[in-house]
């Protein structure tokens, strides 16, 4: 956080000497700055309104082209939030790089959090949980904040259906050293409440928009998430590579946005995630 706010003085800085003397340029200069000081940060926390219905979609495994690209263009037309939890050596060229850079600087309605570096060492689940891997698991998930620069503490363990915040930890494996360790360094580790699920081994998804929809509907109505007037959706990039699958996803949004208690955020703005 406190580099951030560093990063935006000093680019306020340069802004300032660059400016010319000339009327118009001055404006200019002074509107960037302000947009800048503006733009909230990565974390910050806003306030939740009780009378509203929070829908956080939350896509593992990015970068995943065409899929991530084709995610973020529905979210970007349909005006709305959604989370991208990165995996480090997914990151390979100079276009995934640039789709991950473009996710970070797109707050606040795109979020990068944290999904580690090798996807809980190539998918070795009980490996990378063991308690004599708790060092090499944690520093998996370091060495992915430093490497797509992610800057929130906030993290999905792979393969795991796990939530912790300040010393609450509830899950699968609530009881694993790793899981206890990145809760006492700060980091909110985050499951979810429905699962936009794959077919089989198909790059596809296996409910309709419609079938999710009703999935939504009848988690709030039953009361039945995590967090009250709160539901965090998982599905993957890879999912919706193909127009029709896209379309899918464009249709499921549209139908929620119809019921005007339902807001779309980033997974910042969780309720445990802003609760300090």
Partial sequence: MKKNIITGILAAV??????KNNGTDKKATTDSINNAALKPLPGSAIKLDSSKRYIYLTWDDSPQPPGTVNCKSVFREAGIKATFFGVGFNKVGPWK??????IR??????????HSFSHGFNDKYSKFYSP?????????F???EKDLNIQVKIIRLPGNNTWASNGVITGQKAEKPLIVKLDKMGYKIVGWDIEWGQLGKQKAPKESAVEMVKKVTQKFEEGSTNQSNAIV????????EKKQFADSLAKFISILKQDKRNVFETIDHYPTIQHK
């Fill in 14 to 19: 340069v802004l300032l000497a660059a400016c």
């Fill in 97 to 102: 790089k640039r789709i991950i850079d473009s």
């Fill in 105 to 114: 600087n797109d707050y606040p309605q795109f979020l990068l959090a944290n």
């Fill in 132 to 140: 004599a891997m708790t060092d090499s698991a944690l520093n998996d």
């Fill in 142 to 144: 370091l060495r992915n």
């Fill in 233 to 240: 959706i998982l599905s993957h990039d890879r999912l919706f």
